[in-house]
């Protein structure tokens, strides 16, 4: 069954690109989704099958995926954009990496 | 809109069963698979089971296999978790969830979720 890991937390500055990563053994073999969860709110996908963005998530919200690892990268980040993310695969069931703590300083 | 609303969470001792309830709207309730999935309190999201649509075949996460048992009412659009034996280490947010349709295996639609707290 698939482990995926995710740091525990990365910091941007306002404006700058920031990038989540998700690794595992080959998991570019794999389709790689990104939920983004605000404090007190349920998940919301941001990217699905790798690097496709549902109709009303910003533009600044990109994801790729190859090898060992999935990045999902925002490109001038927000003061909203500050929230945990999940990376997730499908592998027997829905598996979710442990998620990453996004601040914007 | 489709709106996903939980229910049945609550204060339960180790050992006890609750149902949790999942009442759809807003979609045709029949055409997707659906899914439990929790979040222990400050931690990360846990998949716990899922049905399909017509409530013929279901999965569980191996930390809930033969305790926890979802169904679903397609009459009603209600999804169902029955939460047998349960334990401290089964405490969190119980959320619903639905499965996209043909873009591949991830969730389009979450409820609010309903808290579970498993304690003597």
């Known amino acids: 069954s698939s482990e995926l890991t995710q740091a525990l937390s990365v910091s941007v500055a306002l404006g700058q690109t920031a990038k989540i990563t998700c690794e595992e053994d080959n998991i570019g073999g794999k389709a790689v989704y990104w939920y983004q969860q605000r404090p007190g709110q349920a998940p919301v996908v941001v990217i699905y099958?790798?690097?496709n963005r549902p109709s009303g998530i910003p533009e600044r919200f990109s994801g790729s995926n190859s090898g060992n690892t999935a990045t999902l990268t925002i490109s001038g980040a927000q003061a909203g954009d500050e929230a945990d993310y999940y990376c997730?695969?499908?592998?027997?069931?829905?598996?979710f990496g442990g998620g990453t703590k996004l601040t914007v300083l | 809109e489709v709106q996903l609303v939980e229910s049945g969470g609550g204060l339960i001792q180790p050992g006890g069963s609750l149902r949790l309830s999942c009442e759809a709207s807003g979609f045709t309730f029949g055409h997707y698979w659906l899914h439990w999935v929790r979040q222990p309190p400050g931690k990360g999201l846990l998949w716990v089971s899922r049905v399909n649509s017509d409530g013929s075949k279901t999965d569980y996460a191996d930390s809930v296999k033969g305790r926890f048992t979802i169904s679903r009412d397609n009459a009603k659009n209600t999804l169902f978790l029955q939460m047998n034996s349960l334990r401290v280490e089964d405490t969190a947010l119980y959320y619903c969830a639905r499965e996209t349709s043909g873009s591949g295996y991830y969730y389009d639609s979450w409820g609010q979720g309903t808290l579970v707290i498993v304690s003597s």
């Open positions: 099958r790798d690097d």
């Open positions: 997730q695969v499908w592998d027997n069931g829905m598996v």
